[in-house]
């Protein structure tokens, strides 16, 4: 996978990671929810339905260790990316991070790291470049 490739979906990324975030915390609360309500005078009332509540708590319990596996890939590329970046001079970092991360227009940027449109895309040619090759000396 390319390093321009990665830094493209820096933003898709975040985004992933909100989501899970909040569908952990959401399944959390259905778990203490339905722990809760495995109370010993619930489970009298209903009947004895203690052995369906477990199975919910339980794979609930699943759901957010898939939840959790997916949310540590993600924030390892995030990781690796920022590892990658750190390589980079000042205004480099700068333009790369205004770019993917930030998603800023080029015409922004320009006014950010203070050249022209051409040196701009120039430093960005040499960026990527730059961290092409720190990502294949990291293998």
């Known amino acids: 996978m390319s390093i321009k490739y990665r830094l ?5 990324i975040n985004s992933q990671v909100e989501r899970l975030r909040e569908r952990i915390e959401t399944l959390q609360d259905r778990m203490y929810s339905l722990k809760s309500s495995s109370d010993m005078s619930e489970i009298q009332a209903n009947g004895g339905n203690s052995d369906k509540i477990a199975t919910n708590v339980a794979l609930l319990a699943d759901l957010e260790e898939a939840y959790l596996d ?3 890939k993600l924030l390892e590329e995030q990781v690796y990316i920022e590892t990658m970046i750190k390589g980079l ?5 700068l333009l790369i991070r205004a770019k993917y991360i930030d ?8 006014n950010i790291i203070g050249y022209s449109w051409a ?12 961290l092409g090759n720190i990502a294949q000396d990291s293998k």
């Open 70 to 72: 997916e949310l540590n």
């Open 8 to 12: 493209k979906n820096y933003s898709k």
């Open 119 to 130: 040196q701009t895309h120039r430093i960005h040619s040499h960026a990527l470049e730059k």
């Open 89 to 93: 001079d000042p205004v480099e970092r």
């Open 103 to 110: 998603g800023l227009q080029w015409e922004s940027i320009c």
